[in-house]
């Protein structure tokens, strides 16, 4: 057991120093990890012992020819085994120090120094200057010229490019003095366009090029295939796809001939980014999801965090921010194994603005409680503390110096970090209307401007805000005119989209139509829609500036639809503002009124603080609509006060007549006593009214408790209760292709009939909401029952609507979701009263309905439980369920007869 223990503390100590990475963290969490690594150790000893066998074989050698060998081995072995290498070299060096062996001192420095530079230790370069002494002497400007190539790919392995590209063009200056090495120069024209292919990617198009010809005439296959890469790389950089996808291909298609691994991974990559700029997100997420895996079997984890960057970014696109959380949470775990504090955070910073994207109140406050506590561990990095500070306080609506705040971390704080943090600065400032602010620190950073706003939308943004029209439009018909004749349809859209928002501030609605028109095209083109709620929204708001209700409608509709479905929540708040601002219009004050009350339970229910700022703004024009919309809800009360009126009037009428025209008395009291009686039978009839609407807007009992308190009661916990949401399937769809009373007229029958179907068993409607409808049975009033008589009640739905469909304008069908449980019931406003539901068994049964089929009854676990002795059930496989996880769901088939 002690040599175990004594194992155990060797095999963690060699394993932090040389295999920490994520594969051994893995490792280190099984049982036996000691007994696994001490193998690893003994496999990673091998240079060592390969070393000690080749000191045993040239023992008994001369010096001289000792060096030969371990010059020679060393040359072998400086690239593929750096490790190794070095150890060779460095005994060669030893053992040629202070000999008559100049030339082969000379070799050795220069081999020490190759060894110890691909092995990035800064050392070489001291044994480089030492060999370099010696071949300057004899005028041996090919070793010359070799050091010197050695020394830049060092300094661009350490990214310092400036000395990188320094010691290249010494290099090919050197090489050019005698004959020229071919071979060298192409490596030369090769690292130093890879050098210059971010920052210069014209430059670097013609050097590859260049290199290609050189190496095609040594037929060197393996370094066209690299340089095939590179070009393809940059092609992309370009736009120029076509020419991207050629050199790729070819690449690529080498590379998986020969299973070379981790050069697969920047083809796949491309191929990524290539069918992301055509809006091909799925094929995208094939070709990165390919990379990430050779990369993870591989171990070549410095391509990971950019290829989960660009997964990242697709889910963005595609509304799927829930799965972003898993993909920052990797690129932690990554930068964590890494130990690098600053990329941490960086990622941590970015999963606390998902959290407040996605409303996850938890996930944004444990991140920023994480970003607190790392920070102070490491002090040197309260920098990144305070840049979550500013987003945080901005997303709470908390401005109070946060514009100075702002200031003093770009003035102060490390550039480099505000560099890639600049969106978020720019997006608060324009946020917040504050052009001027984000102009000015727009202008701190403008030279680096090609790296946080590569297509000049922010800086269009700008401009537009302070309607620069002008300047905006020259800048973005520039990236018009470059993105129109690439293929790159996403950022040609983008730009497209900005202008046409332009002609839209400017109120020039026939140039913006033109230019909304041609993005929406564009989406079309790529049978890709996850924009079409922001075209939509503008075409909709053109409309209603040029009174085109009937257009506007039909527009802001689709741009609702589009932003639901891709969970856009800021969005889908925008087009039911417009959607009210246009059925307000249109006079449609009822429609108006929907809408509204739905902002209203948006804002009630916090999905963000910038929806509650927009819902302010409305307040006025729901008071106004409220009032206009009330008028008719309230004739009948105003009827009665008119009668009780008319009543006082005439009672004072009867005692004038009585003493005025007392010879008249028998004849006029029964004149005014049927008149009385008449009033009283009105009152009466519109009393019934009242309360008949009372009933149909809250439960019974709830009534009666309001009628008794003349205030509304607290609101109240119901246990044992059973809800219900009843969907008409493609409503929004086919509503579009119908005439609107037609529509209504079908809505009416239908929940007519489901009202009195809920009615029979003991149920009540709770609300409808468009399409949806939403009863209850077991509350107020408990009912042991109510699951059964629920989906009783869901299966005559089912059979109504099948009935019925001879009866209506359009076929229309059904799907339905059941949940069983608790929930919290009460009135909900003032001026206007609204019975509604809140709960997890509400939010259960909705997603139940979500999740259903055509005709089908879909139920949750919990129903099933209770009445799984009563029904025929079709259970259904395990779902992934939004905000729930994963849920087993069964279909109701019928009822046992036996039973019920």
Known sequence: ??????????????????????????????????????????????????????????????????????????????????????????????????????EKYAKCCRIYAFSLLRALKKEGLDFALKAEKYYKEINDFRNLAEINYEKSVYYKNIFDKKNAVKYLDLADSLNKVNDEN????????YVKANILKLDHPEEAERLFLKSLEIFSEQKDTLIIAKINNALGSVYVQMNKIKLAEEYLNRSFNF???????????????????????????????????????????????????????????????MGREEDNIRLYKQKVSLYEERNDIGAVLSVKIKLMILGMTLNDLKLSRESMAE??????????????????????????????DLTLEVFELLKYGDRKINLSFMPNYLSIFLNLDEYDSANYIYKMFEDESDFFDPGKTYLSKILIGKKEWSKALEILNKQLKIYGETENKTQLEAVLLDIGEIYFAKENWKEAKKYFFRALELEKDYKHDHKMYHIYNFLGKIDLKEKNYGEAKKNLRKSLRYAEKYGFKAAAYEARSNLAKVYAESGDYEKAYIYLDELRELTERRYSS???????????????????????????ENQIKVLELSKEKLQKRVFVYLFVFAFLLGGASFFFYMDKMKTNFKLKKEHKKVNELLLNMLPASVAEKLKENNEAPAPEVYDNVSICFADI?????????????????????????FDKIIKKYGGFRIKTSGDLYMGACGFPLKDEEHASKIILASMEFLEYIKNKRNNLFYPWDVRIGIDSGSLVGGIVGVSKYLFDVFGDTVNTASRMEENSETGKINISERTYELVKEKFVFEEREELQVKGKGMMKMYFVKGKKTSDL
Do not use: W
């Open 729 to 753: 399937v493609n409503f929004t769809e086919i509503s579009a292709h119908i005439k609107p009373k037609d529509m209504i007229y079908d809505l009416n029958i239908i929940f007519t009939g």
């Open 255 to 317: 590379f998986q001939e020969t299973d070379n691994m981790s050069m697969m991974i920047t083809p796949l990559t491309n191929f990524g980014l290539i069918a992301v700029s055509k809006h091909e997100y799925d094929k995208a997420i094939n070709y990165f999801e390919q990379a990430l895996i050779l990369s993870e079997e591989g171990q070549y984890t410095k391509f990971i965090p950019d290829i989960l960057t660009q997964l990242i970014f697709i889910n963005s696109e």
């Open 1 to 102: 057991m002690k040599n175990l223990k004594i194992l155990r503390i060797q095999a963690k100590k060699f394993f932090r120093k040389r295999f920490f990475n994520g594969f051994g963290r893995k490792i280190m969490k099984l049982k036996y990890y000691y007994i696994i690594i001490f193998s690893l150790m003994t496999f990673l000893c091998a240079a060592d012992n390969r070393f000690k066998d080749l000191k045993r074989e040239i023992a008994d050698y001369g010096t001289g020819k000792k060096l030969d060998i371990l010059i020679e081995e060393a040359e072998k072995n400086f690239k593929k085994d750096p490790v190794y290498s070095v150890q060779i070299s460095q005994e060669a060096y030893k053992l040629s120090y202070g000999t008559e062996y100049r």
């Open 182 to 189: 071919k071979a060298l120069s192409g490596k030369i024209i």
């Open 371 to 400: 970003i607190t506590e790392l920070t102070e561990k490491h002090p040197d990095k309260k920098q990144f503390k305070k840049i979550a500070e500013v987003i945080y306080n901005a997303n709470a609506m908390e401005f109070d």
């Open 610 to 636: 910038e929806m509650a700022n927009q819902f302010s703004k409305f307040s006025s024009q729901l008071q106004n609509l409220a009032l206009a919309g009330e008028n008719r809800c309230l004739n009948h």
